[in-house]
């Protein structure tokens, strides 16, 4: 079938195979560019989140830049004859097709990360396959978590803390800048939220696996986030996803105590802004990327996730002495939170309307990662020609 995206309000409800396989190799040839220092590498990595975005370009870089053996966890859907798999479903078999052409050891379990089940399969798998793990990311992003033990499906909002917040925004549907007003918090939103994207399922995580003795001796592990600078700070620092992301450093710092006699080694990892699945559905963030894009792009410091991730790796998670920040967390968001690039945004952030929109924005970049997070409008890829859904991996 002849595969075009469908856009519905933020999401793209279908995904390209052979677009996704390109990204991936995209991605796979950019890492293996790099004049990456093995003096410290990962061996066995488990990827928690492995199939889009950041996580994806952790797997990639551990099995590409380090040679490392990965395990994924993701939650995708397979395709059928009719329907196209999810982005994820055919990042995850491109993943698998090249680490096979290469020779590198590469499993993935379908299913959801938060449950206690997949946690037990990846453990068993652990043993069976891999003895112990040495490195472990957590990159889920989800709008709900069932917590395994009560049952209870928790749901998390996108709401301000303690009072209501009125800002400008862009809506993709009807290409329109206008104030949206987002009202504050109830006490039980805020305690959902951090139940979903707090740091509660990477500590059951990490108990699990190191009550089951599959984590190696001096095994780092990190969950990724999103801090943000002024702009955004009413709905991510001063917000329910604050709260959220505050309850990760929480987790890190019990992590450490804990684990003390493994010498594990847990901190949070703040990335900068890029369009993703879950940025897209955010108010404010479409028009703050939109013109960070522009300001990033002119100075020429503009990163996608791979080259985050690449740096990431280098520059904290395997450098002998790492920069962090007063909270212990390594800071990669440097590139976008800098006064010298904050202040060039804000001065666009105040001047932005509806008529200047797409002047002073990159929107068109925008709106080209977006799609390219579902396998289109890649470079290299003819979208004329029928291809079949069906992948596998």
Known sequence: MVIKPKIRGFICTNAHPDG??????????????QNIDKAMTPKNVLVIGCSTGYGLASRITAAYGYGAKTLGICFEKSPTEKRTGTAGFYNTAA???????????????????????????????????????DLVIYSLASPRRTDPES???Y?????????????????????????????????EEISDTVKVMGGEDWQRWIDQLARAGVLAKGCKTTAYTYIGKKLTWP???????????????????????AYSPLDIEARVSSLKALVTQASSAIPVMPLYISLMYQVMKDDGSHQGCIEQISGLFQDKLYNPAPEVDEMQRFRMDGVETNEKTQEQIRVLWQQVTQENFHELSDYEGYHRDFLNLFGFDIDGVDYEVGVSPIRHW
């Open 151 to 153: 049952g209870t499906t």
């Open 235 to 257: 709905i991510y620092g001063q917000a329910t996803i604050g709260k959220a992301k505050e309850d990760l450093d929480r987790a890190a710092s019990e992590l450490n105590t």
């Open 155 to 187: 749901k998390s909002t996108l709401k301000p803390v303690g009072q209501a917040y009125t800002t400008k925004t862009y809506d993709t549907d009807k290409d329109l800048v206008h104030e949206v007003t987002l009202e504050p918090a109830s006490d």
């Open 95 to 133: 993943f698998h097709k090249f680490a096979k052409e290469g020779d590198l050891y590469a499993e993935t379990i379908n299913g959801d990360a938060f449950s206690d089940e997949i946690k037990t399969q990846t453990i068993d798998k652990i043993k069976e396959e891999l003895g112990q793990v």
């Open 20 to 33: 996704c396989e390109q990204s991936v190799e995209n991605q796979i040839q950019y890492i293996q560019n």
